[in-house]
């Protein structure tokens, strides 16, 4: 293979690898979240300081935050905002462990066992 067939060969492949990523399906993949999920509306405080439907609530040593993309997400660049969310307790202490910030489509979605 000569050097100039080589580079061909490299540009081709990465502009079907840039057209897969840039395709509407790959933002619409759905995500699953557990069952024992519990969706809520979490406004971001001082860190571990969050309000969760109103009340005053704390994060988890550890807890995960996820973004609507699905990245984990630093409370500090949440501070001073709110999402509608599916949240997890830590079964020991009952503080929020796992979060789920959704897309405005997936919060349209109702949750196992949550009113209509």
Known sequence: MTHSAF????????F???QAINTPATAQIARHFP????????????PPQ?????KADRLSPGARIRDELGMLAMTGA?????F?????????????????ILTAEEAKVKLAGEKK
Do not use: P
């Not at 580079?7 to 990465?14: M, P, R, T």
């Not at 969050?50 to 109103?54: A, F, R």
């Open 35 to 46: 069952d024992s999920a519990v969706r809520g509306k979490i406004a971001f405080k001082s």
């Open 16 to 18: 079907i690898a840039i």
């Open 78 to 82: 949440l501070q001073g905002k709110d």
């Open 7 to 14: 580079k061909k060969s490299i540009f081709a492949i990465l």
């Open 50 to 54: 969050i309000e969760l439907d109103g």
């Open 84 to 100: 509608v969310v599916n949240f997890r307790r830590e079964a020991a202490t009952g503080m929020v462990h796992e979060v789920w």
